[in-house]
């Protein structure tokens, strides 16, 4: 892997986004588990894979951090721009998910200003100040978590979690996609199972 390669012109080395896209994604899986179980009053895994891990938050994060630093020093076109581009995050990835699983994990149909239950008034005013936290606190926070550990490591971690990531959300996406195979394979194996008894 070439982890000292430069990022598509971002001045950032191909490690360090690895190691922000999982820490950020690892980070938003948390915060909304917690929110939704403290809601539901029961366990909610937030996540599409089985581990802790919500990809929207690491590329949206990401995303914000390199678009939007030039407005870094102004905190009002920062809210602004923030508020906009993580609204039409949100609309994007609704559309693709609706494309591909039929279904968005989310729904704001109850919220005043809603636009067919995937975007709200209320959500695109809070994208506005979690910006601004990404800028003010957030990212420097990341950075630290990210430099805690020995690079070495974090090549290693970072390789580990791509695969892990690719492996577990193409099993989920073939279990969203086409639910009568798990069925299937079960039926073949039980088959096998008596067959070899037999």
């Known amino acids: 892997m070439p982890w000292d390669l430069a990022f598509f012109g971002t001045g950032t080395d191909v490690y360090h986004i690895v190691q922000w896209f999982f820490i950020y994604s690892i980070l938003g899986w948390i915060v909304e588990t917690i929110y939704m179980s403290i ?4 366990f909610v895994n937030r996540g599409f894979i ?3 891990i919500c990809p929207i938050y690491g ?6 951090y390199f678009l939007l630093r030039p407005l870094a020093d102004n905190l009002v076109l920062l809210y602004l721009a923030g508020g906009i581009m993580a609204t039409a995050w949100e609309f994007l990835v ?3 998910m609706m494309a591909v699983f039929g279904e968005v994990w989310w729904d704001y149909s109850e919220k005043p200003f809603n636009y067919k239950g995937i975007l709200c008034l209320e959500s695109s005013v809070a994208w506005g100040f979690y910006v601004i936290i990404l800028f003010t606190f957030l ?8 430099d805690l550990y020995p690079y070495q490591t974090g090549c290693i971690l970072g390789g580990v979690l791509m695969v892990y ?6 099993v989920h996406l ?3 996609k086409f639910p009568e195979v798990p069925d299937k394979a079960r039926r ?3 088959k096998f199972v008596s067959f070899c008894r037999s």
């Open 188 to 190: 073949i194996k039980n």
């Open 50 to 52: 089985f581990g802790p």
């Open 94 to 96: 609704a559309k693709v």
């Open 59 to 64: 590329f949206g994060a990401l995303i914000a």
């Open 39 to 42: 809601c539901g009053r029961r």
């Open 165 to 170: 990531y690719l492996v577990d959300f193409t």
């Open 139 to 146: 990212h420097k926070f990341v950075m630290f978590l990210s």
């Open 174 to 176: 073939c279990k969203a």
